[in-house]
Structure formats: C-alpha cells, structure tokens
T-cell receptor
Framework: AQRVTQPEKLLSVFKGAPVELKCNYS??????LFWYVQYSRQRLQLLLRHISRESIKGFTADLNKGETSFHLKKPFAQEEDSAMYYCALRAGTYKYIFGTGTRLKVLA | DAGITQSPRHKVTETGTPVTLRCHQTENHRYMYWYRQDPGHGLRLIHY???????DKGEVSDGYSVSRSKTEDFLLTLESATSSQTSVYFCAISESNRGGYEQYFGPGTRLTVT
C-alpha cells in the first residue's frame, strides 16, 4: 500500500526549542519525498524535497529508507514557523500522496 | 506561485446546485490536479490531468467531474453539490525541476454548501 503517515496532528514547542515533525511512508518503489508548509489561509508552498538535500528556513529533512521516514527538523523554532506542515510522496509520474498534516505551534 | 490562479476564491451555494471551479495557469504546464483539503484528512486527490482532454480519477472523485479543453484551464464541476463537499479546493501543477518533479499550488477556493 502507498501511504504517508504523520502521527501528530498538533505539535507545540517553545520558541528556541528544537522541532521534529515526523513523517513515515509506505512505498515499494524508489520514493521521492517532499515537505510542504501552509501558513494561515494561504496556499501550500514547497518547503523542501529529499532529492535536493537542502536547508530552507533552517529546516532539514533526511530520507531514511531503512526506517521509511522523512522527518522534518529545525534546531531552534521561531514564532513565524507556526503553520501546517504536510509530508508528501510522489508515487508515480502523476500521483502524489499527502499525509494528514501536522499543525506546528511555536509558543513565545 | 507558478502562475496559478483559481476562481472564485470563495463561494456559498445551496445543496443540489451545480458548481464549477476554475483553475488557470499561464506557464504551459502539462500536469494539473484538483485536491480537497479537510481537517483530519489532509489533501486528497479528486482528479488530475496529464494533457488536454486527458484526465483521470483520484481517490475521492465521486460527485465530481473535470474538463480540460485548453492547456491553461482545468475545470472542476460539482454536478449537484452536497454538504459533504464543503471544503477548500486546491488546484496544483506539477513540473520537472532540478532532476525531479515538484508540485505548486493555487491559492485555493473555499466552498460552502448550505
């Protein structure tokens, strides 16, 4: 089965604390994984993808094929990081599968 | 924003009425998608298109139809709206970039069916 699981609906952290948003996937092929961010009532924006191995806004994510995970991390959370985060899997030419999302709240 | 717009941005309609949402893109992307976003469900694919007049169903296609007569426009129609179709609808395109494919989203349409 092709599936993306984000186990946490809500994650609250204090400003300056480390953040880890969990994402696990199930896919028999070679996965292509993404993180998207959605600020309040705005469109989803691509945050990063595993192929690029980049750091955007201080966030990083490493693909762990052994654990089938693609967790999103940031060492020091900022209030402006508060948003909805979606993990997504590209499973074929046209098909993208999204997780149910995790709402991150960064408390002052 | 990859040149993606959606119209209308907000709509309130009554149960049983037909509704058409429009997605317009200006950059000649081949692949286009319609998703709905609901709390607890994330984004779910309704329909997608891989070219003019080439469309296929997603995981939640019941009650929806689509058309793509031009590259730039992808229309989503609710033939007879129901309250369960109250949702935020996002259009997306997919393009090849930096060795892979990336999706970019429109601003969304908030639909309320009363």
């Amino acid at each position: 089965a092709q599936r993306v699981t984000q186990p946490e609906k809500l994650l609250s952290v204090f400003k300056g604390a480390p953040v880890e948003l969990k994402c696990n996937y199930s896919y028999s092929g070679s996965p292509e994984l993404f993180w998207y961010v959605q600020y309040s009532r705005q469109r989803l924006q691509l945050l990063l993808r595993h192929i690029s191995r980049e750091s955007i806004k201080g966030f990083t994510a490493d693909l762990n094929k052994g654990e089938t995970s693609f967790h999103l991390k940031k060492p020091f959370a900022q209030e402006e990081d508060s948003a909805m985060y979606y993990c997504a899997l590209r499973a074929g030419t046209y098909k993208y599968i999204f997780g149910t999302g995790t709402r991150l709240k960064v408390l002052a | 924003d990859a040149g993606i717009t959606q119209s209308p941005r907000h709509k309130v309609t009554e149960t049983g009425t037909p509704v058409t949402l429009r997605c317009h893109q200006t950059e000649n992307h081949r692949y286009m998608y319609w998703y709905r976003q609901d709390p607890g469900h994330g984004l779910r694919l309704i329909h997608y298109s891989y070219g003019v007049k080439d469309t296929d169903k997603g995981e939640v296609s019941d009650g929806y139809s689509v058309s793509r007569s031009k590259t730039e426009d992808f229309l989503l129609t609710l033939e007879s709206a129901t309250s369960s179709q109250t949702s935020v609808y996002f259009c997306a395109i997919s393009e090849s970039n930096r060795g892979g494919y990336e999706q970019y989203f429109g601003p969304g349409t908030r639909l309320t069916v009363t």
